[in-house]
C-alpha cells in the first residue's frame, strides 16, 4: 500500500523535526528513555538541594538565630540563619585552595550553563526565536552549541595548563565548565554524528548532563568548604555555638 504525505493542517500538526518519525517501537524506548532522564534529574535536583536546606538548618541550630520554637518572628529568625550560611559559604571559600576553589567554580558554571543551555533550546524549539534566544546561522549552515562549547574548554584549558600563575586556575575554571556544558549537551550529535538532539537518541544528552549535575551535586567539596566557613563564623565569631 502507497502511504501518502498528510496535507494541509494535518501535515502541520505531524510535523517534526528531522529524523524524529518514531518507527514501531519507537515510542516506547522513548518513553523508557524519557523515565530515565526523569530519574536522573530528579536524583540532581535532591542532591544539590539537600545540601543547601540541610547546611541553612545546621547552622539556624547552631549558629545565632533563634530556634522556630523560640522565635518570636520565624521569617526573621530564618533570614538571619540564610544570612549566617551564606557568611560560611565565603567564609569556606576564601579558605580553601586553588584547586578547590577552582572545582566549585567549574561545577557552578558547568550546572548553570547546562542549565540555560536547555531551558533556552527548548524555548526556540516551542516558540521559535525569541529576544535573545535564537539558533545561531553562518553562512546559511545552523551552528551548533558545541562549537564553542569545545573551543571555550580547548582555550581555557590550553591557559591553565601553559599559564604559571596558579591564582588564574579558579577563573579559568568558570569558561571550561562553560564550555564542557556546551559540549556535553549536544553529547548525542557527536556520539550519533546525526543532528538527534530532540529525538529519543538524543535524550541521551539530557541523561549525561542529569548525571554530571548529580555526580557534581555530590558536593563533598562544597560540604568540605561550608564546615572550613562554619570553623570561622561559628567557632570564632562573637555567637557561640548552641549544644
Known amino acids: 500500500m502507497e502511504l501518502t504525505a498528510p496535507r494541509g493542517a494535518r501535515a502541520l500538526r505531524m510535523r517534526r523535526p528531522p529524523g524524529a518519525i518514531e518507527l514501531p517501537g519507537g515510542r516506547r524506548r522513548r518513553m523508557r528513555a524519557e523515565r530515565r532522564t526523569l530519574a536522573l534529574g530528579t536524583v540532581a535536583l535532591l542532591a544539590g538541594g539537600a545540601v543547601g536546606v540541610t547546611e541553612v538548618a545546621r547552622i539556624w541550630r547552631r549558629g545565632s538565630a533563634p530556634l522556630p520554637v523560640d522565635a518570636a518572628e520565624v521569617l526573621d529568625a530564618g533570614a538571619e540563619a540564610l544570612g549566617q550560611t551564606v557568611e560560611v559559604a565565603i567564609e569556606g571559600y576564601r579558605g580553601g585552595s586553588v584547586a578547590e576553589n577552582a572545582m566549585l567554580n567549574l561545577l557552578g558554571a558547568f550546572a548553570i550553563?547546562?542549565?540555560?543551555?536547555?531551558?533556552?533550546?527548548?524555548l526556540i524549539r516551542r516558540r521559535g526565536p525569541t529576544g535573545p534566544f535564537r539558533n545561531l546561522v553562518l553562512g546559511g549552515g545552523h551552528v551548533h552549541h558545541f562549537v564553542p562549547g569545545i573551543a571555550l574548554a580547548f582555550a581555557a584549558g590550553g591557559l591553565a595548563v601553559v599559564s604559571s600563575r596558579e591564582g588564574?586556575?579558579?577563573?579559568?575554571?568558570?569558561?571550561?565548565g562553560a564550555g564542557v556544558a556546551l559540549t556535553v549537551d549536544e553529547s548525542a550529535?557527536?556520539?550519533?554524528?546525526?543532528?538527534?538532539?530532540?529525538?529519543?537518541?538524543?535524550?541521551?544528552s539530557v541523561q549525561i548532563g542529569f548525571a554530571g549535575v548529580a555526580i557534581f551535586s555530590a558536593l563533598l567539596l562544597a560540604l568540605r568548604v561550608?564546615?572550613?566557613?562554619?570553623a570561622v563564623v561559628l567557632e570564632e565569631g562573637d555567637p557561640p555555638a548552641r549544644p
Open 113 to 122: 550553563t547546562w542549565s540555560i543551555t536547555r531551558g533556552s533550546t527548548h
Open 168 to 176: 588564574l586556575h579558579p577563573w579559568l575554571a568558570l569558561p571550561f
Open 189 to 204: 550529535l557527536l556520539l550519533k554524528l546525526d543532528d538527534v538532539y530532540w529525538t529519543p537518541e538524543g535524550i541521551v
Open 226 to 230: 561550608l564546615r572550613r566557613g562554619e
